[in-house]
Antibody
Framework: QVQLQESGPGLLKPSQTLSLTCSVS??????????CSWIRQYPGKGLEWIGY???????FYNPSLKSRVAMSVDTSKNFFSLEVTSVTIADTAVYFCATDVGYDGFDHWGPGILVTVSS | QSVLTQPPSVSGAPGQRVTISCIGNNSNIGSGFDVHWYQQFPGTAPKLLIYGNSNRPSGVPDRFSGSKSGTSASLTITGLQADDEADYYC?????????FGGGTTLTVL
């Protein structure tokens, strides 16, 4: 059973860079063939897909965030990462990592990590 | 503003049937992309409830069913139970972009 766990700072100041890591256990990112995504949920419900990275390093980002987002993957240590630069209060959200295999839905999720941006 | 449109809330009495709609357009659901549904309880991650429009992952009761037609999809829950009270989200695609609905809160009266 694949398990995901997010980690990283929970409090940032405006203009700082958000950096999160998602550790994967129970399967290999490389052999599992899944797309590793980051999704955020704003206070009050809405879900926003940020982007994905494949084990090969291929990425695809949501155009709404593309200029500020970077993802990376370390297949030897089985984790993938997210960076969002120049954060503002509007980036306050619970950040989830999740995986899907093509177009079959996100079948595995991390528990999520609350990231608060505040001065 | 979510790409897919869901009603903010629905409600029903125990034992009843409720349906949650998910409306898209010709660049997402209407382009033939599948719709998936997630169930989320407070403080937890969403859980895949229906995938590929109408398929249930192992362990999901058959009280939950999904369908898709044209540019919209729906999730139906029959035999409503108290522990079905949760938020429900639809998800589809706009080419490689994953898009979500705004979520629907189900209240069991």
């Amino acid at each position: 059973q694949v398990q995901l766990q997010e980690s990283g700072p929970g409090l940032l100041k405006p203009s700082q860079t958000l950096s999160l890591t998602c550790s994967v256990s129970g399967d290999s990112i490389r052999s599992g063939g899944f797309f590793c995504s980051w999704i955020r949920q704003y206070p009050g419900k809405g879900l926003e897909w940020i982007g994905y990275i494949y084990h090969s390093g291929i990425t695809f980002y949501n155009p709404s965030l593309k200029s500020r987002v970077a993802m990376s993957v370390d297949t030897s240590k089985n984790f993938f990462s997210l960076e969002v630069t120049s954060v503002t209060i509007a980036d306050t959200a619970v950040y989830f990592c999740a995986t899907d295999v093509g177009y079959d839905g996100f079948d595995h999720w991390g528990p999520g990590i609350l990231v608060t941006v505040s001065s | 503003q979510s790409v897919l449109t869901q009603p903010p809330s629905v409600s029903g009495a125990p034992g009843q049937r409720v349906t949650i709609s998910c409306i898209g357009n010709n660049s997402n659901i209407g382009s033939g992309f599948d719709v998936h549904w997630y169930q989320q309880f407070p403080g937890t991650a969403p859980k895949l409830l229906i995938y590929g429009n109408s398929n249930r992952p192992s362990g999901v009761p058959d009280r939950f069913s999904g369908s898709k037609s044209g540019t919209s999809a729906s999730l139906t829950i029959t035999g409503l139970q108290a522990d079905d009270e949760a938020d429900y989200y639809c998800q589809s695609y706009d080419n490689r972009l994953r898009v979500f609905g705004g979520g629907t809160t189900l209240t069991v009266l």
